[in-house]
């Protein structure tokens, strides 16, 4: 076969249509702009920014593992929601436990408690993962409807089960020392707090991405939303790839659990299942699948949020659904639809 | 006729409620490439994806190598030495020329030397190495269908149409590369619509019509009788229309 029969082209999409590929991350920027005209004084839009990034990066780190389980293997996780809420008061438990360091005036000590809180969470949740998806999911695979109703069951049981361990009342723990309280900036306080959610979770975004762009894991997870059947054709059990990614994402919604309790400072059983509701919005927003789309969408979601709770407090949750049927009305896949093969 | 490499007998396979394959009996032997031809909806794509498992037959046996693998999983059965180029390709359109290349070598990293023989069988290969395979033309990403499936030294490679679609000088070209890569000791099970390109590079010859095999001998007695041709190659316009 030579060169000249086949002509060596790259079809690149006209410069116009490239741009509107692009749009989305754009749509970040252009809404804290809209912020800062709507907000006028420039220290509150600071608060509010840090504070909405803060949000949109904890939602993001809940909101992962859902689309990617969902991308994967077509499965509707309704139980997510569990992963959140056990996090959080396993996590909790170990702050408390770990009291003397919580309480004491040394900022490693303090982040060495919210560190070990962390790894524990993430560690229960990711165990309570896998006895999810090996005893509720599995026997469900294809089912659309099934998977709905059984994971809500899974939910309804998992609650239940941090009444039995926990006790039926909410859970109070206060942030360690060096995290209370705000950093002043010239005008604008922005919560110490807030700024350690913020890092912790363009970290987490930056090594997901080098999983999902760099390692060989990560390219098979990719393969695998695009077209399971060809990945298992080519040698490599799809299942026990989910179950990994199945793990994966509900450790990351135990860390968010943990994250979201410390930012409350009050957790309840329910508060996962209340959080799913932003959750579930982010991933359609960002489209079904798509882990890039969900780190936009989970920030707009974020930013708007405080927008509006500073401007119009009645209309915080509305208009975030707002936005989604805006962009749902843009995109109908979501900001960054996951080509499914077949 | 060398001993059988892969061997279909009285498979049957149902998709849901529909009773696709009726009772398949197949014989691949060892080397050379064998064709199986059929019209639209005989049950060519069906009986391929049969083997590598993505359907479980209902009734019947596969062995390969000797092996029944009827009943073992997709991953275990193309670990076994099958290669698998499916009708729509199935190239991760999310993923460059390299990665495509990368996730299909399983043994280990591509070995280079293998690699080149490939780019020289398909330069799109080496032209696109990094580029997103979404971006290839449809013919490009046959290549790479190809390609993908002869990363490492495979026993048996089934291939679904890969002419389906493309330009003449294309399908000369794809029709040369397999030429080349039956001269390696690989075996090629080929479902083609194109008779011409078919008896080209064909040994043995299978028809399938309605979920069965209906002829079944060697390319070169198909090639020189027109009687049987028009026999089966009838059959097949009569139900087309
Ligand atoms: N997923 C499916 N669900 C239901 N029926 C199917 C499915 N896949 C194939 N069939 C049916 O099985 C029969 C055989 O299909 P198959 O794709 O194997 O034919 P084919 O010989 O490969 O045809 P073509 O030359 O058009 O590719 C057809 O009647 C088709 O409608
Ligand atoms: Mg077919």
């Known amino acids: 076969m030579s060169e000249a029969t086949i002509k060596p082209r790259i079809e690149k999409a006209p410069l116009g249509e490239r741009m509107i590929e692009k749009l989305p991350v754009v749509l970040v920027p252009a809404l804290a702009m809209l912020g800062l005209i709507a907000v006028g004084n420039p220290a509150t839009w600071l608060t509010l920014t840090v504070a909405g990034l803060a949000m949109g990066l904890m939602i993001f780190i809940m909101a992962s593992g859902l689309t990617v389980v969902f991308g994967l293997m077509d499965v509707i996780n309704f139980g997510h929601g569990a992963f959140i809420s056990v996090g959080a008061f396993v996590g909790f438990t170990v702050l408390i436990w770990l009291g003397g360091w919580t309480s004491s005036p040394s900022v490693f000590l303090n982040l060495s408690a919210v560190f070990m809180a962390i790894l524990v969470a993430m560690l229960a949740t990711a165990l309570m993962g896998y006895a999810f998806e090996r005893v509720i999911v599995m026997p469900v695979y294809g089912e659309h409807l099934k998977q709905i109703l059984v994971t809500m069951g899974g939910l309804i049981v998992a609650q239940q089960l941090i009444y039995v361990f926990w006790g039926p009342d909410e859970m109070h723990v206060a942030r360690p020392e060096s995290l209370q309280g705000s950093f002043v900036l010239g005008e604008a306080a922005v919560e110490k707090y807030r700024l350690v959610a913020v890092g912790i979770g363009v970290v987490l975004f930056v090594a997901m991405r080098y999983v999902l762009k760099s390692t060989r894991i990560g390219l098979l997870v990719r393969a695998g939303v695009e077209n399971g059947e060809m990945v298992e054709a080519l040698g490599y059990r799809v299942r026990r790839l989910f179950l990994m990614v199945f793990m994966a994402g509900s450790a990351l919604a135990g860390l968010g659990g943990v994250m979201w309790g410390l930012y409350q400072e009050t957790i309840t059983a329910h508060m996962g299942q209340e959080i799913m509701v932003l959750v579930f919005i982010v991933v359609i927003i960002g489209g079904l699948g798509s882990v890039e789309g969900c780190f936009i969408g989970a920030l707009l979601v974020g930013l708007l949020s405080n927008y509006t709770a500073f401007l119009a407090p009645k209309v915080a949750l509305v208009s975030t659904i707002g936005l989604m049927v805006i962009i749902l009305m843009w995109r109908p896949q979501g900001l960054y639809p996951v080509v499914k093969a077949k | ?241």
């Open chain 2, 1 to 241: 006729m060398s001993e059988p490499l892969l061997q279909l007998s009285g498979v049957h396979t149902h998709i849901g409620p529909y009773h696709i394959l009726q009772g398949v009996d197949l014989t691949v032997p060892k080397g050379g490439v064998s064709v199986l031809l059929g019209r639209n909806g005989a049950g060519k794509s069906t009986t391929l994806r049969t083997i590598m498992g993505l359907w479980t037959a209902s009734s019947g046996s596969i062995t390969f190598q000797g092996r029944d693998i009827t009943r073992m999983e997709t991953p275990a059965i193309s670990r076994s030495g099958i290669a698998f180029v499916p009708e729509n390709m199935g190239i991760f359109t999310d993923l460059t020329v390299a990665e495509n290349m990368t996730l299909a070598a399983t043994k280990g990293p591509i070995d280079p030397k293998r690699l080149a023989w490939i780019q020289e069988l398909f330069p799109p290969v080496r032209t696109f190495w990094n580029s997103s395979a979404g971006t290839l033309s449809g013919g490009q990403k046959q290549m790479l269908a190809v390609s993908r499936a002869i990363v490492e030294s495979r026993v048996l490679i089934l291939i679904d149409e890969p002419t389906k679609g493309l330009a003449p000088a294309i399908i000369n070209a794809m029709t040369d590369a397999l030429k080349e890569l039956k001269e390696t000791d690989t075996t090629i099970l080929l479902v083609e619509q194109n008779f011409a390109m078919a008896s080209s590079i064909g040994d043995t010859v299978a028809v399938m019509d309605d979920g069965r095999i209906i002829h079944d001998g060697d390319m070169a007695e198909m090639v020189a009788d027109k009687e049987l041709q028009e026999r089966l190659m009838g059959l097949s316009l009569e139900a087309h229309q």
